[in-house]
């Protein structure tokens, strides 16, 4: 059982929270392999309400639904940010509540996810509220680290190429501030490196932090956390495009060494694709951990879980 | 068993076959309940057409399919009434048909639904189809009022604030005019009044008919049934703008009294939100039995029904 | 069991491998009749990824995962050709074969079916690729004819009106043209009668090929596989309306033959509505078999189906 209703925020994980999590989704990621799709919440209808396109998030959301077998009812829609013209919020919600069981909504409005969490009667996960939060991917990236290392503790960590605006580097510095003995390096353009007074806020947090302009991979790091530089960050197209091509992870970089690469994708161009193959590239494994950890939360907000 | 395999009016829905449905509602209520989801429909499959978008009507019905374990197929596009360009609609059903047991449709055109219950040779359910019919829209009103005052006859019911355009309270007024001693007043912009034809047409039914520049609900009024004023029908914004400041219910006008509020949703500004948790404040769970009352009638057209 | 993973073009159709499929759609339209839907892949999820819009082809995907009981996974988007943007076709699949059990997939680009195919670890059905293949369109060609006249052999088929650039029609005579003794006659405007490479190719595969301005369905044709004019294929538009006026199936000329009517649909004006109801007007019982087709398939590239 978790202590919430709702998951609106990266900041409700905390070392127990995840510690939980991770274990109902090691069931859930075994028992997709056995049996494919299991009875859990066939009594259940799950909500999910994409008022902003999110592809990723959608599709594993929806199999996680599906492999529980639960019933879906589903809304889509880029253009509007309500279910009905002049709707507010609220009423949307007190509607939806009504038609399932469980509502997840992604939502181009920051803070959006706050008001329907208040307002639901049903539990709440946010898949994205503008630029704000996205929780699951940052419960996604932890059961990742806690799945090939074995820990979240004592881990060297890289995060590039966009630290200074990148939701999920932020959310997983965060998440892994909670924890001893941790190390961060950022790495990236100098425009795009983490405010003095994020690294101090890291600092006080215990983390010991450094940024550097390029980095070794055999430098002892245990995870190189890579985000891709987003060309609506810089005002001069030919400073975007120099920092492209210096900013991005090469095969030459990465094979040989033992640290892991993640990506919370979709990826452009900042790894390149004969990456792809080595055995220490574990994003597309990454992404299919979304799946196991969505049915996980999916069930323990529902109070169903199988026993890890 | 219904004595028909499509609904496509309201004008359907005599008293026996709303006191047949409100029995079968009642018990799927119940069922929602107890069981979340049941298996009454799981060898059938149901298709929701939805050529014009409706997210209230699209994802209670798409709940209602999923509460009764029915596989579902689905099209939405609001750019196109038809599913291929250039083909017709009686081809469109045609098609549809072949792949399920039951038709859903919402469509833009007037008449649509009668085109394509014509054609189907499975039964079919109006959705809407544009300004004309919305059948179980009607059901829900119907089943809210007997499920809340225990009777369709005998009731004392205000209407407002577009009396004359609203095709949700056309329909209702209709329904309720079959059943003896109902009164009806109505209130709202004089513009939006009913015509003294739709009046005299309410007499003759028996139907005692008044109209009111505005009401105390505490003066034996059993139901206010309120629909939104829409800009459109106003040619000039200042007309509208001072009627829509007029003509809402405000927490002071509603608290105190035993007059039920209905509201077919969606709300804009029509009902004050502070009305919201008054106990006679009934428009949102007159949303919810939109589930339950599209369950009876799938089931039934299906000739598939718990026992009530 | 198939020879294959992924089902790409209709070049993988050998006699072989129709007879198979046949056999177990025989089965699956037979256990629709009987059962409605049946559990046979109860434990996977299917994902239906619509890139482009096809409501034919997706409607009756839809309906042969749900007579199955599938689980879906569902992406449309007419906009985008891939699930996130600047996000390669390569990484589109990798993501959504981690979400799923099988992909099948419609895109507008020529050649995208082979890319994804070759990069999917699960199982890949092409529903169209552009304008290249739909195999699932060639193979219900193949059970219609199969089903109605008892084999793909001996036929003498007419096909008409765009055989120089229908899909469907390339498609149906390259399958065909692996069974002996089959004769095609090609009607239909000049511009758009085969090529003489194009009849030579079928005389070398050992068909007798003949071409026609009009033909009288009474002279022992068996088959006559109809396909719409496009007007996009006229650059005269004065043209386009006089060979549609004169290229197009009347009552008259259909009834009282035994020549069976198919077209891969939708129905513009090639075939006039009032032949709809005449026994040998096959092309709305063709469109059906899409879906016990699709559940063949479907199960025998998941190597679980119903014994013929």
């Known amino acids: 059982m978790l202590p919430f209703d709702s998951l609106i925020s990266a900041n409700q994980l905390t070392p127990e929270i995840i510690s939980q999590i991770t274990a109902v989704t090691?069931?859930?990621a075994d028992d997709i392999d056995r049996y494919g799709r299991i009875n859990l919440l066939e009594d259940k209808v799950v909500a999910l309400l994409f008022f902003e396109p999110s592809s990723r998030t959608m599709l594993s959301f929806q199999s996680a639904a599906q492999r529980l077998k639960a019933g879906m009812v589903?809304?889509?829609g880029a253009a509007s940010t309500s279910i009905e013209k002049g709707e507010?919020?609220?009423d949307t919600i007190r509607m939806v509540e009504a038609y399932s069981d469980i509502?997840?909504?992604?939502?181009?409005?920051?803070?959006?996810a706050e008001t329907a969490a208040r307002t639901s009667t049903v539990p709440f996960i946010?898949?994205?509220?503008?630029g704000n939060e996205h929780p699951t991917q940052s419960l996604i990236d932890a059961y990742t680290i806690m799945r090939h290392k074995g820990r979240l503790d004592d881990l060297n960590v890289v995060f590039g190429f966009d630290s200074l605006q990148s939701r999920s580097i932020h959310s997983l510095t965060t998440l892994l501030s909670q924890y001893p003995n941790n190390r961060f390096t950022f790495t990236g353009p100098e425009e795009l490196m983490p405010t003095s007074k994020m690294l101090e806020s890291m600092n006080d947090m215990g983390v010991e932090c450094s940024v550097a302009d390029s980095v070794d991979?055999?430098?002892?790091?245990?995870?190189?956390?890579?985000?891709?530089?987003?060309?609506?960050?810089?005002?001069?197209p030919v400073l975007f495009e120099k920092n492209r091509k210096k900013y991005r992870l090469t095969r030459k970089q990465v094979e040989g060494s033992d640290c892991l690469i993640l990506d919370p994708l979709p990826r452009i161009d900042?790894?390149?694709?004969?990456?792809?193959?080595?055995p220490n590239a574990l994003y597309f494994k990454q992404a299919s951990y979304g799946v196991p950890v969505r049915m996980a939360l999916l069930s323990l907000l529902l109070s169903k879980h199988n026993t890890p």
């Open 88 to 90: 507010s919020l609220e």
């Open 217 to 236: 991979l055999n430098d002892g790091y245990d995870i190189f956390y890579v985000n891709r530089l987003q060309q609506e960050r810089f005002a001069d």
């Open 126 to 130: 946010n898949a994205g509220d503008g």
């Open 103 to 112: 509502i997840v909504m992604r939502h181009p409005w920051h803070g959006s």
């Open 270 to 278: 900042e790894i390149d694709t004969d990456v792809d193959d080595l």
């Open 74 to 76: 589903f809304a889509q």
């Open 26 to 28: 090691d069931k859930m």
